[in-house]
């Protein structure tokens, strides 16, 4: 595996293989890689010739008060991962080749509508981020496929959205959730969680479990959200959110709509904020 940290290289060696005929996919993210990454180069290497990763701290997709300074970086160990994964080229740009002008001065692209919601309300600005850099990121690739995990739900959608709006040429594929054993989903954030916090974590999972076991049976949406939302607080978490909305645009469904619907959860366990979903069909 290659490590490539300017522009012109990667453009260069992804020429060759295109020269060669050969197909691209493309894992984004922001490095402290785990297994949950590396099921995301799976399916990329599965479905391409060739595999380009990159790992980028994105700064603009980090408010005021965010975890960017403290977010783990461990480019080292990212790489012996990305090489055993069969990954043939891992992008590792500074801050200057994503952002020529500088961040503040960046162009910006904004998704509007679906990111007004749940994670776009408790962070604003952090879809303007993540879009912007994937944008950016895809039009240095130029992958033919690129691969997000379902983890980030919201996340997925706005991207699915991004590229469909700007008739991006890039096959948006998802990959589904790595979890541990106890039910936590998987995470570069877990390791934030004390000892304490880290036993007291799965309650989200189990929670998201309750309340699709719940709707199937016939309960009604809106109980259900406060009664997870109760739970989760006597277990010690602060939820942002606690909701059940539709998969294709994350609205609330109406009093009937019992299909095509996904829960999500956002809430703080001590300093550090966890995210889950579980889609109901
Ligand atoms: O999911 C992530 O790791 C990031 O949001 C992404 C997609 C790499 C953009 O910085």
Known sequence: MQTV????????AIRG?????????????????HAGHHSLLKLARARADRVVASVFVNPTQFGPGEDFERYPRTLAQDQAGLAEAGCDILFAPDVATMYPFGPASSVSIHVPVITDTLEGA???????????????????????LAVFGQKDFQQLKVIERMVRDLSLPVKVMSAPTLREADGLAMSSRNQYLSAQERSRAPLIHATLLQMRELFQQGHARQPLEAAARSRLE?????????????????????ADEREGLVALVAARLGSTRLIDNLPFD
């Open 17 to 33: 293989w295109r020269t060669a005929g050969q197909t691209v996919g493309f894992v984004p993210t922001m490095g402290n890689l």
């Open 234 to 254: 006597r277990g010690g978490f602060v939820p942002d959110y606690v909701a059940i909305r539709r998969v294709e645009d994350l609205a609330e469904p109406g």
């Open 122 to 144: 408790h962070r604003p600005g952090h879809f303007d981020g993540v879009a912007t850099v994937v944008a950016k990121l895809f039009s240095l690739v130029q992958p033919d």
């Open 5 to 12: 940290t300017d522009a012109a290289a990667l453009r260069a």
